[in-house]
Each structure stands twice: as structure tokens, then as C-alpha cells.
Nanobody, 123 residues
Framework: EVQLVESGGGLVQAGGSLRLSCATS????????IGWYRQAPGKEREGVSS????????FHDRSVKGRFTISSDNAKTTVYLQMNSLKPEDTAVYYC????????????????WGQGTQVTVSS
């Protein structure tokens, strides 16, 4: 069964850091792109960062570029999102998703989703 399990969320003060993990199983990891998405209360889900596991190409939304780094450990089939210099506006539930790569948007069409992990940044 395809599974994506996020972990690493929590409460952090503005300016702090968190590292989120997305552990995956049940599909050919190397053939997929993995994206991180987030949804704040009352707002639409938005793409944050993505990585292509086939060639390592990454994408970051302008709102997090320079602060967040996405990386992939193919041996562990796990994707990480290192979040530095966190701001209160980063507060959201963060989801990881897997999908085949495309050349628009976040770089993938999400097919499989994790359950989400809460990130709360206090001022």
C-alpha cells in the first residue's frame, strides 16, 4: 500500500527552525516527484517546495525561497523540508504528496498524500 507519513512539526518561535520528514513506501520512489504543500486555517492549500527524485531538480515558492530547503534520501525513500527563519505566516498544516512530474506549477500532479503535520510559529 502506498504510504506517505509526515513528521517533525511542532511549535517554534519566529526565527526558529524545524525539519519535516516525509517517509514513503509502496511506490517507485525514484520515478516520482515529491512536493510539500501547506494549508492555513481558512485558506487554500498552496504548494511550497518540490523535488524530482529522478534528477534532483527543486522548486520553492517565492514566499519560502532562501529560507526552506528540500532534500531527498533515495536510500531511505524519505524527503525532508528544512525550514529556517520561520515566520508566523508559515503556520499551517504541512502535507507531502507524490506524483508524476510535470513542467508547470509545483512540478508534479499530486496522486498520493500524507496525513499532514502541524507547524505553528509564534511571534
Amino acid at each position: 500500500e502506498v504510504q506517505l507519513v509526515e513528521s517533525g512539526g511542532g511549535l517554534v518561535q519566529a526565527g526558529g527552525s524545524l525539519r519535516l520528514s516525509c517517509a514513503t513506501s509502496g511506490f517507485r520512489f525514484d520515478d516520482y516527484a515529491i512536493g510539500w504543500y501547506r494549508q492555513a486555517p481558512g485558506k487554500e492549500r498552496e504548494g511550497v517546495s518540490s523535488i524530482s527524485n529522478s534528477d534532483g531538480t527543486t522548486f520553492h515558492d517565492r514566499s519560502v525561497k532562501g529560507r526552506f530547503t528540500i532534500s531527498s534520501d533515495n536510500a531511505k525513500t524519505t524527503v525532508y523540508l528544512q525550514m529556517n527563519s520561520l515566520k508566523p505566516e508559515d503556520t499551517a498544516v504541512y502535507y507531502c504528496a507524490a506524483g508524476l512530474a510535470v513542467d508547470y506549477g509545483l512540478g508534479l500532479v499530486p496522486t498520493y498524500w500524507g496525513q499532514g503535520t502541524q507547524v505553528t510559529v509564534s511571534s
